[in-house]
């Protein structure tokens, strides 16, 4: 039993890991963007526990862009991840062992999570852009 299992597991080309991060870096990298991005923006807006009315200064939007710029890219990379082990995984005969169609899936998965939660990072950025901060 245990020789099958060590044998199957020899097989896959793909290691479980990088399958793990091209599922989970869309989801991941979208909340450190919107954590982040509303932290930044109260230390500017909120900075001694009062509503502040000043006008964003350039580091602050430098920062929120910065912020934006590397959620994009973390989606991203997680979806070239998630592609590539699904084309490492697409080329197996048919009388596969379960283990990899189950891993193909979570490739799949991972490529449409990212890019679902990069259309959210984009939307997400857009209104960052876009909204005035500190308007009270």
């Known amino acids: ?3 099958i299992l060590v044998n199957q597991a020899s097989q896959n ?3 479980l890991m ?3 991060f091209g599922v989970s870096a869309g989801p991941l ?3 450190a963007q919107m954590m982040a991005g509303f932290a930044v ?4 807006c909120y900075r001694s526990g009062e509503p502040a009315f000043a006008p964003p200064t350039g580091a602050v939007t430098t920062a929120l862009y910065a912020i934006d710029i590397c959620a994009l890219t973390g989606a991203l990379v997680g979806g070239f991840v998630s ?3 699904w084309r490492a995984l697409s080329h197996r005969p048919a009388d596969e062992p379960a283990n990899i169609s189950r891993e193909r899936f979570l490739a799949i998965w991972g ?3 990212s890019m679902w939660f ?3 990072i984009v939307f997400s950025s857009i209104g960052s852009a876009m909204v005035p901060l500190c308007l009270g």
């Open 13 to 15: 080309p793909v290691p």
């Open 118 to 120: 990069f259309c959210a």
């Open 83 to 85: 592609f590539a082990c």
């Open 1 to 3: 039993m245990t020789r």
């Open 111 to 113: 490529l449409f999570s």
């Open 29 to 31: 990298f979208w909340i």
């Open 18 to 20: 990088a399958i793990l």
């Open 41 to 44: 923006s109260d230390l500017l």
